[in-house]
């Protein structure tokens, strides 16, 4: 890919990945993400165009307010930051082709979930109803085949993590995980949808690990499911055919 043209969507996923910062802290909180303007959480300052510059301002700032000297959280410049790569690697991977219009869709929905899940611990109704209807207007433009795939998705994550849900009374799958799922549906067809849950549970399982061996969890102690389900579900959408074909072979079918 031109050199130009990867630093242009990297620039394009940095500055939205800022907005992204934004939208994942105030709409749980029923915000607007319009007004106020940005402002340090500790001592209110309203930050500067020359303090918002995506990472760049976190690092000449050494990671603190300007002002007040407080820590800020290193959460906004790792979206910013994973934003303009994800977005770069959506781009080498699937080309200027329709495809990738659903694939920044896909990652855009995934980085304000990531905010909202890590910091509240909440997937907001509005964001999964604005993204819903955008992905399954672009099904209709940029169809899968068969052209019922995308409805099928949908009902598949659905109704497995509703049942999942209710056979567990609710412990084992939140509300907003189970309309997450429906959602992603709409972009994975039936097929992936599944193999995204297999993924994010497995994701899920080693972060959950990892975490209490390093002490920062307990077990039985609610963890964020979204940054799992964000890993799981663009590992099946951008790799799972391959996967599949590789496990038919592998079972020898």
């Known amino acids: 890919m031109n050199s130009y043209i990867t630093f242009g969507i990297m620039t394009y996923g940095l500055l939205l990945g800022s907005f992204y910062n934004v939208v994942g802290l105030r709409v749980p909180m029923k915000q607007s993400i319009v007004a106020p303007r940005s402002a340090c959480p500790g001592c209110g300052h309203t930050l500067t165009a020359g303090e918002l510059i995506p990472v760049v ?7 603190k307010c300007r002002e007040c000297k407080a820590r800020i959280s290193p959460l906004y410049p790792f979206v910013e930051g994973m934003t303009a790569l994800l977005f770069a690697a959506a781009a080498w991977l699937l080309g200027w082709t329709g495809e990738l219009a659903v694939a ?9 979930i ?3 899940d890590v910091k509240y611990m909440v997937i907001p109704d509005k964001v999964l109803l604005f993204f819903g209807g955008l992905l399954a207007f672009e099904r209709i433009l940029i169809p899968l085949s ?5 409805l099928a998705g949908s009902a598949a994550g659905f109704s497995l993590l509703y049942a999942i849900a209710f056979v567990t009374r609710g412990k084992g799958m939140g509300g907003g995980d189970i309309k997450l799922f429906a959602v992603l549906g709409l972009a994975l067809g039936w097929k992936l949808v599944l193999l995204a849950f297999f993924l994010s549970c497995l994701a899920g399982s080693l972060a959950g690990g ?3 061996l390093l002490g920062k969890a307990k077990r039985k102690e609610p963890m964020p499911f979204g940054p799992s389900i964000m890993a799981g579900t663009l590992a099946a959408y951008f790799f799972g055919e391959p996967l599949i074909d590789w496990y038919i072979r592998l079972i020898g079918y």
């Open 57 to 63: 301002s976190y690092v000449l700032q050494g990671g």
């Open 104 to 112: 920044l869709t896909l990652i855009s929905l995934f980085m304000i």
């Open 114 to 116: 990531f905010v909202s």
């Open 146 to 150: 068969p052209w019922w795939d995308p």
């Open 210 to 212: 990892i975490a209490m």
